[in-house]
């Protein structure tokens, strides 16, 4: 373990948010935030995992570099356990390393998989760490994808899962744990029983699953694909009928992948990210977007909120989406921004739909019925005013009283 980074420079950027100081130098793969405290950590393709301490005074935010370890190849994922005392990374060359990061100790390997991990996450009521993997050369026939379930106190995992395909995402709030495959299914466990298949769903989305995030209630989730849109679905066959999906992430013709999905850990609105350089703040229930932030130059590969929902930190840098071909050692470059969402941006709305809708279209033709009656017995006989006033009166009656239903 290393200290890393020296001051850097402030940054403008679209959104005036923060820069966090000396980001990793190559494409930036997951952000995650200690569950106890404001410590940052990123992992990336440079092989590194590394932390920040996020200091605030105020409005005044801080980043100060900490530590980092290293990995013998691309590290794609990291999750800290319940204490906030240490982070599990893994990534391109299949081991999970626990990192017992503040009381200073080194980096040990606790797990392996055949091929490189996609996803890990700690489950706190299990006491255990679970792990995705895929191979995307499938070199070796007797081959499956796998989920492991690992106790830190013994090197062999408790439990094994095939997946039957590569896992691309995977979120858990227990007992929930969804896997989003290759092959575009939703594969949902109920962890209170982690040993079966709880079912398979196929994604609602036509496209290619890039991220997954449990509902806080665990009722349900969001998945995002590479088109542009986030399905929401709800897993009690009774709540059917509030599935839906909506596009985001586009600019006129241009489609863009929809790269992350993070619950605010107060208000359960949601972010999500994407590779046009946007991040956008919804509310599922009432179905509306409450905040659409500006675009940055580059796309945004993945985010987190810290555990008051008080920071929202988003990496800018390049996602790989266009292929190496559109990739520039020499000019790429690689950023973490810090967010601070005010309540306006990530408090949900109410509703007003269904059964409140009508009843408003029916107060707004019943008082519009009244207001005419009101112009036309108030003014007087129309042959003794002049066309030209009547029509302004009328005018300026029916948008003083349009006003009074914007909303």
């Given amino acids: 373990m290393s200290a890393f980074g020296a001051a850097g420079t402030a940054n403008t950027n679209p959104n005036k948010s923060i820069e966090v100081l000396q980001p990793p130098s190559d494409s930036i793969s997951s952000l995650s935030f200690s569950p106890k405290a404001n410590f940052l950590v990123a992992t990336s393709w440079d092989?590194?995992?590394?932390?920040?301490?996020?200091?605030?005074?105020?409005?005044?935010?801080?980043?100060?570099?900490?530590?980092?370890?290293?990995?013998?190849?691309?590290?794609?994922?990291?999750?800290?356990?319940?204490?906030?005392?240490?982070?599990?990374?893994?990534?391109?060359?299949?081991?999970?390393?626990?990192?017992?990061?503040?009381?200073?100790?080194?980096?040990?390997?606790?797990?392996?998989?055949?091929?490189?991990?996609?996803?890990?996450?700690?489950?706190?009521?299990?006491?255990?760490?679970?792990?995705?993997?895929?191979?995307?050369?499938?070199?070796?026939?007797?081959?499956?994808?796998?989920?492991?379930?690992?106790?830190?106190?013994?090197?062999?995992?408790?439990?094994?899962?095939?997946?039957?395909?590569?896992?691309?995402?995977?979120?858990?709030?227990?007992?929930?744990?969804?896997v989003g495959t290759a092959d575009r299914n939703m594969v949902v466990y109920n962890l209170q029983?982690?040993?079966?298949?709880?079912?398979?769903?196929?994604?609602?989305?036509?496209?290619?699953?890039?991220?997954?995030?449990?509902?806080?209630?665990?009722?349900?989730?969001?998945?995002?694909?590479?088109?542009?849109?986030?399905?929401?679905?709800?897993?009690?066959?009774?709540?059917?009928?509030?599935?839906?999906?909506f596009k985001c992430h586009r600019d006129n013709n241009e489609i863009y992948s929809v790269n992350s999905l993070n619950f605010h850990p107060v208000h359960h609105t949601f972010a999500t990210a994407g590779s046009d350089g946007a991040?956008?703040?919804?509310?599922?229930?009432?179905?509306?977007?409450?905040?659409?932030?500006?675009?940055?130059?580059?796309?945004?590969?993945?985010?987190?909120?810290?555990?008051?929902?008080?920071i929202f930190a988003y990496a800018v840098c390049y996602d790989w989406g266009k292929g190496a071909e559109n990739h520039n050692p020499a000019t790429a470059k690689t950023y973490i921004y810090l967010h601070l969402p005010q309540e306006t941006e990530v408090k949900g709305k109410p509703r007003v739909g269904g059964t409140t809708r009508r009843i408003l279209v029916l107060q707004q033709r019943f008082d519009i019925s009244f207001l005419f009656d009101k112009i036309f017995t108030s003014f007087p006989p129309l042959e003794k005013i002049n066309s030209k006033l009547f029509l302004v009166l009328l005018s300026i009656s029916i948008a003083t009283f349009s006003l009074q239903f914007v909303f």
């Fill in 47 to 178: 092989n590194q995992v590394r932390c920040w301490e996020i200091t605030r005074n105020g409005t005044t935010v801080g980043s100060v570099p900490k530590a980092s370890i290293s990995h013998e190849q691309p590290v794609l994922c990291s999750s800290w356990k319940d204490d906030g005392t240490t982070v599990f990374s893994g990534g391109c060359d299949k081991q999970v390393k626990m990192w017992p990061l503040l009381s200073g100790g080194q980096p040990v390997t606790i797990a392996m998989h055949d091929a490189p991990i996609k996803e890990i996450t700690w489950i706190p009521e299990m006491n255990c760490l679970a792990s995705a993997s895929f191979d995307k050369t499938l070199k070796q026939d007797s081959f499956f994808p796998s989920l492991m379930y690992w106790d830190l106190r013994q090197s062999t995992p408790v439990h094994t899962q095939q997946l039957g395909e590569r896992c691309y995402a995977m979120t858990v709030r227990y007992p929930l744990m969804v």
């Fill in 193 to 245: 029983n982690p040993q079966t298949e709880f079912k398979k769903i196929p994604s609602p989305l036509k496209y290619q699953t890039r991220c997954i995030a449990a509902f806080p209630d665990q009722q349900g989730f969001l998945v995002g694909s590479i088109e542009g849109r986030v399905g929401v679905h709800h897993l009690d066959e009774a709540q059917q009928s509030k599935n839906f999906t």
């Fill in 279 to 310: 991040f956008n703040f919804w509310d599922k229930d009432s179905k509306q977007r409450l905040k659409a932030m500006s675009r940055c130059p580059l796309p945004i590969p993945c985010s987190a909120f810290n555990n008051d929902g008080s």
